[in-house]
């Protein structure tokens, strides 16, 4: 193989390479039915002239015909009239206009085989054409169902999963976090409400006992015992001091006061 074969084969195969990868599936089936379109429309012009000349055939036919008729008739009335050289004139117009009606007969007959086979050709042109845009609708469904897949495939591959996993358990992990600490609130919030009221009762237990060790630490009323003297007849009475005694019946009336009004806020509440 000589080196302008070799030339020739390599930009020939990197010219196809190149058209190859420019040829956009989508467009070139548009392009395809634009051009069956433009013959059909050639293919309905072709048609429409011959039809047309069949047309002209077919008058042309028919006017030979009748010349045909009109001088058999002229030869007849020639003959009746004894004028045998008139006869014989007509006779040859005849046979000329007899001889173009065989002969456009024949083309005609031809014409009309032609109109046929192109009405047969233009109809399936036509169900050709119909059936390509059908065809064309589904393929451009398969393309784009096929450029949504592989750019969902190029999605997935360019998605790194680990960092979105590790982003959702990250997020988990606030969100738990988060709820112990709501927990956590309501639990405090209920221990120190727990802790008022104990200290409430803790309070009223170490008042009673305050209470009770007052009482105890009371001193108690002297007793009032007479001075003896050398005289016993002379008796100087001494006027007792307020026993401290009477303190603790104050004290516990003043006790059983505050906590009966204690009680009694309570029940209002």
């Known amino acids: 193989m000589g080196l302008f074969d070799r030339i020739k084969r390599v930009v020939g195969a990197n010219l196809n390479d190149m058209v190859s990868k420019a040829e956009d599936p989508e467009k070139m089936l548009e392009q395809a039915i634009l051009e069956m379109q433009e013959d059909l ?16 055939t077919e008058k042309q036919y028919t006017d030979a ?50 109109v046929e086979g192109l009405k047969r050709n233009l109809i399936q042109l036509e169900s050709k ?11 451009k469904a398969r393309i784009t169902a096929a450029k949504a897949q592989e ?28 709820e112990a600490r709501a927990q956590s609130i309501g639990e405090l919030a209920s221990t120190d409400l727990d802790s008022q009221f104990a200290r409430l009762e803790a309070s009223s237990d170490v008042d009673d ?14 007793v009032n015992q007479p001075q003896l003297t050398g005289d016993t007849t002379a008796t100087t009475p001494t006027t007792p001091p307020n026993p401290p005694a009477a303190s603790a019946p104050k004290t516990e009336e003043v006790v059983d006061a505050e906590l009966e009004a204690l009680r009694k806020q309570l029940d209002q509440m």
């Open 41 to 56: 429309v050639q293919l309905r012009q072709g048609v429409a002239q011959t039809i047309a000349a069949q047309k002209r």
């Open 65 to 114: 015909q009748n010349e045909v008729n009109k001088w058999q008739r002229n030869a007849q009335l020639a003959l009746q009239k004894g004028d045998e050289n008139l006869a014989r004139q007509a006779l040859e117009r005849k046979k000329t206009f007899n001889e173009s009606s065989t002969a456009l007969k024949a083309s005609l007959d031809q014409q009309v085989v032609q």
């Open 129 to 139: 054409i119909s059936e390509a845009k059908t065809k064309k609708e589904m393929l």
């Open 151 to 178: 750019q969902l495939q190029g999605m997935v591959r360019g998605m790194n999963t680990n960092s979105a996993m590790s982003a959702f358990e990250r997020m988990e992990e606030k969100v738990l976090m988060q």
């Open 209 to 222: 006992e305050l209470e009770a060790l007052k009482l105890s630490l009371a001193p108690a009323a002297p």
